[in-house]
């Protein structure tokens, strides 16, 4: 008789978020410059986004002893 789950496929799911911020300036152009050119995105400290990452891991349940 086959062990539990012999030969049936596996799925792992992990599930991750998270933030991350930047800013758009470029030290060779003055402040206005910097406004001009990037808009709010220019605006200390930055802004940020959130992220979610799913990962799955898919597989068979096939092995020998």
């Known amino acids: 008789m086959p062990s539990h789950g012999h030969g049936r496929p596996c799925v792992i799911t ?3 978020t998270f933030s991350a ?5 470029l030290p060779e152009l ?6 001009a050119r990037f808009g709010p995105c220019s ?3 930055g802004h940020g986004h959130n ?3 799913i990962v ?3 597989g ?3 092995f020998s002893y």
């Open 43 to 45: 605006i200390a400290p």
């Open 21 to 25: 911020s930047h800013l758009y300036w």
């Open 30 to 35: 003055s402040d206005d410059d910097n406004r």
């Open 14 to 16: 992990r599930r991750a």
């Open 56 to 58: 799955l891991v898919l």
């Open 51 to 53: 992220y979610e990452l």
């Open 60 to 62: 068979s349940t096939e």
